[in-house]
Every structure is written in C-alpha cells, then in structure tokens.
C-alpha cells in the first residue's frame, strides 16, 4: 500500500531563516511527486511535479528535490507570505490515484 | 481561467437530508476527482473517474455517490447526511499528457456540516 509521510507536522521560522520540509513515501511505480501548497480557506495550489530520482525545481524561494525515498522542499530566505501548509502526494503508474500526506503547517515569523 | 469550479461554498445540512455538490471544469480533462479533508487528516479520496461513464470508488465513498455524464462535470451526492459527513470536500482535475503534462488542479472547496 502506497504511503506518504510528512515532517515536520509544524515549523516556525523567523523571516530569512532557511528550512527544509520532508516527505518519504512508499510508492511501488513512483509516476509523480507533487507538492502543493494550501492557504486556510482554500484549495491546494500546485507547486511542482517531480518525475525521477536527482530532479530539481525552483519557483522564487522554493525549490524541491527528488531522491529514491525522499523529497524536500527547501525554503530560502523565507518571507511571511510564505506562512502556509505544504502538502505533497505520491503517484502511482498502478492506479489513477493519489496518496497525500498529511502536511507540514509552516509560519514565519516577521 | 476558470479552472475547477465547486458549488456552493458552504451549506448547513440537517441529519438524514441529502444534497449535491457541484463541480464543473473547462481544461477538458478527463481525470476527476473527490476528496475530504478533516482537520489533521490529509486529503482522503472519496469518489475518482477517469472520464465520462467512468467511474471508481476511493478511500471512503460510503454515504457518498457520484456520476460523470459529461467530461466537464463531475457532482458529488449525499444521501442521508449524518455528522461524520462534515468536513470540507475539494474537487480535482488532471490532465495526463505525458511526463510533461501531469499536473492536478483543486477547486476552492465546499465546506459542509450536518446538525
């Protein structure tokens, strides 16, 4: 059974000081990594797919990284704005569904 | 661009009503999808189809139905609504065009409790 956990549940940062939020899965035909990003009252909002091991994407202070187990989004520098939960979810080549995991909740901290 | 769209945002039900939510999109995708999420639960995957006359039971379809006449439109029933139903369900599309081209797109919500 595909599974997708999230660490840490909750992180607070002051504005500026760089972090790193993890998701491990289980995925036996790893199709796609994803991660989104949710704001309260709202729907998730897609960040990146990541497709294989060793890929990397950037959007302004985020990027996401890949590995065999793993995935991270490192946040640089990070700005209140940046104040959200991050939920990422693992796609499976054997069914049409995702797994998510149940979300790192980050504040920063003017 | 109006993406996934999700009627009505929020509703108020009584135990034992029924009621449909809505959920159009205009990508032409033909993956859609159902979720709840309760607080500190994560998404759990009620309902899916994969297009129109298709579709699949998730996680946690009991108490829940669903039909997809149509590519656009994909509604999510309730049948004697009972507390455990209140949550906030999201709709979702996906487009499969390729490695490139997979990416899924949430609607706002619809947030609904039953008293």
């Known amino acids: 059974e595909d599974q997708v956990t999230q660490s840490p549940e909750a992180l607070r940062l002051q504005e500026g000081e760089s972090s790193s939020l993890n998701c491990s899965y289980t995925?036996?035909?790893?199709?796609?990594l994803f991660w989104y990003r949710q704001d309260p009252g709202k729907g998730p909002e897609f960040l990146f797919t990541?497709?294989?091991a060793g890929e990397e994407k950037e959007k302004e202070r985020l990027k996401a990284t890949l590995t065999k187990k793993e995935s991270f989004l490192h946040i640089t520098a990070p700005k209140p704005e940046d104040s959200a939960t991050y939920l990422c979810?693992?796609?499976?080549?054997?069914?049409?569904?995702?797994?998510f995991g149940t979300g790192t909740r980050l504040t920063i901290i003017p | 661009n109006a993406g996934v769209t999700q009627t009505p945002k929020f509703r108020i039900l009584k135990i034992g009503q029924s009621m449909t939510l809505q959920c159009a999109q205009d990508?032409?995708?033909?993956?859609m999808y159902w979720y709840r999420q309760d607080p500190g639960m994560g998404l759990k995957l009620i309902y899916y189809?994969?297009?129109?006359?298709?579709?699949d039971k998730g996680e946690v379809p009991n108490g829940y139905n669903v039909s997809r006449s149509t590519t656009e439109d994909f509604p999510l029933r309730l049948e004697l609504a009972a507390p455990s139903q209140t949550s906030v369900y999201f709709c979702?599309?996906?487009?499969?065009?390729?490695?490139?081209?997979?990416?899924?797109?949430f609607g706002e919500g619809s947030w609904l409790t039953v008293v």
């Open positions: 979702a599309s996906r487009s499969l065009l390729g490695l490139g081209g997979n990416t899924i797109y």
């Open positions: 995925v036996s035909g790893l199709r796609g």
């Open positions: 990541l497709y294989s």
């Open positions: 979810a693992g796609d499976d080549f054997g069914n049409e569904k995702l797994t």
């Open positions: 990508m032409n995708h033909n993956y």
């Open positions: 189809s994969v297009g129109a006359g298709i579709t």
